[in-house]
């Protein structure tokens, strides 16, 4: 069983209120029980989206215009994606025993039919380069969480570092797959493909990879229940969390040009991203050269 008058399991600046004004309120164990559960939160984040991206990527991969040695790149990389959402499930379980003992999934939890229907929709050829992006995005955002978490290791559980080691050593090269891949796939799509494609991802990244919504507020009542004397100020929470969506600060600490460097490089080659910063508040593009 955890301690957690004692352990911290990600950097603090890792987790989301730790930019909302409410975060200094929070006395030391409140604030440790909640980045436990953060870092559950984010272990079923990187295990739902390695479970799901990998199949796309081979997808992708297959097309004739792509070099043939991106196949069997995907293929290891699609391995390798099962074996890591594997630990994740398997850390989030370890964290917080009694969360999972029904469910792999307690905060990330798409209600099934909108679950159903992306999932039928993204069997679209049209919509599949916006997954790339996707991928390409949260990998590269993976890499910067793994970095950040073992530069503070010794002040971090254990288990935690370790997984994150593990990952490490293998997101580098997906990385480079990825930003393989995804000019060549994106160069070949029809004008249109582009303009929607962007314009998707747009808002897929601010409905569910941006502010916390629907999960963020599951954490909170799971937080006050493992937190009673928070009982009182269950709203306020809610509110805090649902006010970073307004909160530049945050929005800067989930995507920016100092955590996804290379993804923000291929935007800028792009004329379908210019108005991307209007929903990825961390990015505006730069001119090269
Ligand atoms: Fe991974
Ligand atoms: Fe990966």
């Known amino acids: 069983m955890h301690d957690d008058s004692a352990a911290w399991y990600l950097p603090e600046h890792l987790t989301h209120l730790y930019y909302s004004p409410v975060y200094a309120t929070l006395t030391p164990v409140q604030r440790r029980v909640y980045n436990r559960l953060h870092a559950c939160y984010l272990c079923e984040m990187c295990a739902f989206l390695e479970g799901e991206l990998p199949r796309y990527y081979l997808q992708a991969a297959s097309a004739p215009n792509i070099p043939k040695h991106l196949l069997a790149q995907a293929q290891a990389l699609s391995d390798s994606e099962k074996r890591h959402a594997s630990m994740f499930r398997a850390l989030a379980r370890r964290l917080s025993p009694g ?80 930003e393989a891949l995804l000019p060549s796939y994106w160069d070949a799509c029809r004008p249109w493909v582009r303009r929607l494609n962007a314009r998707l991802f747009r808002y897929v990244l601010r409905e569910y990879l941006g502010a916390p919504k629907r999960a963020g507020v599951r954490l909170i009542h799971i937080w006050v229940k493992e937190c009673p004397d928070l009982e009182t100020r269950k709203s306020e929470l809610v509110d805090a969390m649902r006010a970073l969506d307004r909160n530049p600060g945050f929005h800067r600490s989930l995507y920016s040009r100092k955590i996804v460097p290379k993804t923000f490089d291929l935007f800028d080659r792009y004329s379908e991203f210019c108005d991307l910063g209007k929903s990825v508040w961390g990015y505006s593009p730069e001119v090269n050269g």
């Open 99 to 178: 969360l999972y003992c029904e469910d792999e999934y307690i905060l990330v939890r798409p209600p099934s039919l909108p679950a159903l229907m992306v999932r039928t929709l993204f069997n679209l050829p049209a919509l599949r380069p916006m997954l790339l992006w996707i991928a390409l995005i949260q990998e590269e955002r993976g890499v910067y969480y793994g970095e950040e978490i073992l530069r503070q290791a010794e002040h971090l559980d254990p288990a935690m570092v370790e997984v994150q080691r593990k990952h490490l050593a293998d997101e580098e090269e997906h990385l480079g797959f990825g």
